[in-house]
């Protein structure tokens, strides 16, 4: 538990992944942490649940940012972070990750001079289609220290001129969400029995990134292809609420006859069903790296990922379209074998210590603060 003061770290956050990664640290920081969310994802099906089962004190919410343009987002978000943080100035400012919530949180550390932290820096899709690809970018410039959480990462980093002592390779807090939430096998096994599943016997989907649900072309075809897999093994659906709203809008709800609709599963919930299944369909970030801990195959329907360290041996990338189900059908033929050779792969992003090297970080970061006009961490010729 830190011996900062009480709420002297401001954690700012607004989507259910960000309360996943977070949340070890957050428990680490204890009294210390002042959780600001944003409500970026303001359904209470990716956010109130969640507060409770990752066991997190309640946030304060932040007025007027759920539901609004990415630019009214971190407006919003950044003046109302402002006027906390002058309200009562934190010692050290977390985000995670390439949310437009990290983002206002980064700008607003930036502008009161703050400390900043960033936990999962140094990820490129290189593909700048992507907001978050700008967001990550924009915060990794910005953070004081960079929490990479593999090797890779900090070498992206370097590479892009930061310089070597604002970077700490960490490990991913993802490794010990799994492992604090994975619930035990004989709850695992009442959780499938509920469902009528049987473990390696089923495809768990999701499906939420606005390329696969905002074009109509894109949101038929993957729905198209689970529909396929469906006639040959059950598929389960977990159905974030914007993907839903886009079936009924498009009038898709066919497509969905041979799969298992669900609502968002809590956390728990979601890593049981993971953790059995034969193959997962996914778009998720978290889910590319969650499978490797979980030691289950994973296709990943985007054309780009900022997590290649799972593309070796877990998981495939693929567009939408017939390249999902052929894929799958491939991880499925691997049988009982390419499940075994997977489970006795390390993970690629660590030993589930991330948090707890991280929350020394903040501590460090805390204690040190930041020189008004300190430059020396700036790489040479950024300023030209
Ligand atoms: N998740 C969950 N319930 C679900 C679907 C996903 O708890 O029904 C979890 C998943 O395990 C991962 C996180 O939500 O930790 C990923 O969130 P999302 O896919 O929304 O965001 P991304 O990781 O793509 O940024």
Do not use: W
């Not at 469906?230 to 041979?258: F, K, Q």
């Amino acid at each position: 538990m830190s011996t900062l003061p009480s709420r002297s770290v401001a954690v700012v956050l607004g989507t259910r992944p960000e309360l996943v990664k977070l949340a070890e640290l957050i428990r680490l920081l204890g009294p210390a942490a002042r959780i600001l969310h944003t409500g970026q994802h303001y359904d209470p099906e990716l956010s109130g649940g969640f507060l409770d089962e990752l066991r997190l004190p309640e946030p304060e919410f932040l007025p007027g940012v759920g539901g609004r343009s990415r630019a009214v987002q971190v407006g919003a978000a950044l003046a109302a972070l402002d006027t906390n943080f002058e309200a009562a100035p934190p010692l050290a400012v977390v985000v995670q990750g390439d949310t437009n919530a990290a983002l206002s949180g980064a700008l607003a550390a930036n502008a009161r001079e703050l400390p900043l932290l960033h936990v999962e820096a140094g990820l490129r899709s290189h593909d700048r289609a992507m907001p978050e690809e700008h967001n990550r970018v924009m915060i990794d410039r910005l953070a004081d220290v960079l929490c990479a959480p593999t090797p890779g990462n900090r070498e992206l980093l370097l590479a892009e001129g930061i310089a070597p002592e604002r970077i700490e390779v960490t490990g991913n807090t993802v490794v010990e969400a799994v492992r604090d939430h994975l619930p035990p096998p004989r709850e695992r096994a009442a959780l499938l029995a509920g469902h009528g599943l049987t473990a390696d016997g089923y495809v768990l989907a999701t499906v939420h990134r606005p390329e696969n649900t905002d074009d109509i072309a894109a949101l038929t075809a993957v729905l198209g292809e689970l529909a396929r897999l469906g006639e040959e093994l059950p598929v389960v659906l977990p159905l974030h609420p914007r993907t839903r709203a886009r079936i009924a809008a498009a009038g898709l709800d066919p497509l969905l006859e041979t799969v298992t609709v669900l609502p968002p599963s809590g956390y728990g919930t979601f890593l049981a069903l993971a953790r059995h299944a034969a193959v997962i369909v996914s778009d998720s970030g978290g889910v590319q790296e969650e499978t490797t801990v979980l030691g289950r195959p994973l296709v990943v329907v985007r054309r780009s990922t900022e997590r290649p360290e799972a593309l070796a041996d877990f998981a495939e990338l693929t567009p939408p379209g017939p390249g999902i189900t052929t894929a799958a059908r491939r991880r499925l033929a691997e049988g009982a074998d390419g499940l075994r050779r997977l489970a006795a792969l390390p993970s690629p992003y660590g030993d589930g210590g991330a948090s707890l090297r991280i929350a020394g970080l903040v501590e460090t970061a805390a204690r040190a603060g930041r020189t008004a006009g300190d430059h020396s961490s700036v790489p040479a010729g950024a300023a030209a």
